[in-house]
């Protein structure tokens, strides 16, 4: 599943009226009360909302994908402070993924908005959040295998 994008949702937002009003048009779509999973017919969405997919958070750096969410808000400015100003929009986040591989002796890391996205994340309104992928590197003297019994 790709994560690198802008969302923005709320119980009462009313998408319907958000795509009649703009020129943005979003990469999905969703209404409240629609079902989350075709396999799981009893998983509703609790809100509406809309995805700007802005690329594959697999194969776009972490800095590049900064450089691309910074030129997408400019682009789009106008309309991403509309969409977030909108009645019904509790939830505006831009996401960004940070994909790293870590020796076991870290124990964390601190990771954050550059400046200038911070500043245009304020003027439109929305949230900068980061998931982040941490895979380990293979355990090189056994410890991995003699943890899991092996």
């Known amino acids: 599943m790709n994560e690198f994008r802008l ?10 009226a958000f795509l009649a009003s703009t020129t943005l048009r979003p990469d999905r779509v969703w209404r409240r009360g629609d079902r989350r999973d075709a396999l799981l017919p009893a998983s509703l969405h609790p809100t509406s909302g809309v995805v700007f997919e802005l690329g594959d958070d697999k194969t776009i750096p972490f800095n590049e994908q900064e450089r691309v969410a ?23 986040i831009l996401r960004l993924v940070y994909r790293a591989e870590f020796e076991r002796s870290i124990l964390g890391f601190c990771i954050g908005p550059s400046l200038p996205l911070m500043w245009r994340c304020l003027d439109i309104g929305c949230v900068p959040d980061y998931l982040i992928w941490l895979e380990r590197w293979p355990d090189t003297d056994g410890e991995d295998a003699q943890a899991s019994g092996g």
């Open 7 to 16: 969302f923005a949702h709320g119980e009462e937002f009313d998408v319907d």
């Open 70 to 92: 910074l030129a997408y808000i400019e682009a789009h400015r106008d309309g991403l402070r509309e969409l977030a100003r909108l009645p019904g929009v509790d939830t505006f």
